[in-house]
């Protein structure tokens, strides 16, 4: 008896086949995403590109300063270097800070930095002969260079 009622029923017919145009709202939000990736993935190569080319000429620029100058001459020498590379990323106003002004100012733009360490660019550089031991040397030639790393400069 269940097999002719089950032959009487009327079977459901099958849906019609998924069109595969226009697609669902995902895909034209994945096709939007990609063309603007492709249209702003060049620009950020290129900014990506010269902060790297800054930074290297940065570090480049700190290890050209030679390590034979007199404790004076090298540290006149960072300094000048370090004014510079504010003076071209546009902070002017830093350039002419000096003595316990300066030094907060760099201690001020990058995470932990080690004041102890820069304290010769504020004090020792306006001493007529100051004396810096190799490890002072060493120590500020070492946030110097995370100094420029993290300032992109």
Known sequence: MTEALLNTLIHPA??????WWPP???WWLVLGAVCLLSLTAPFLLMRWRRRSAIKLRA???LRDIPATL???QWLAEVN???KRLLKQRGDAAATRL??????DYLCAHYPRPQRRSLEPLAA???RKTPQLSAQQRRDLHRELRRWLRHNHA
């Open 70 to 72: 007199t404790d004076q």
């Open 14 to 19: 099958a849906p019609a086949p998924i069109p």
């Open 80 to 82: 000048t270097l370090l």
């Open 24 to 26: 669902a709202p995902g």
């Open 59 to 61: 570090q480049q620029a």
């Open 98 to 103: 000096f003595g316990q002004a300066w030094l």
């Open 124 to 126: 020792d550089l306006y």
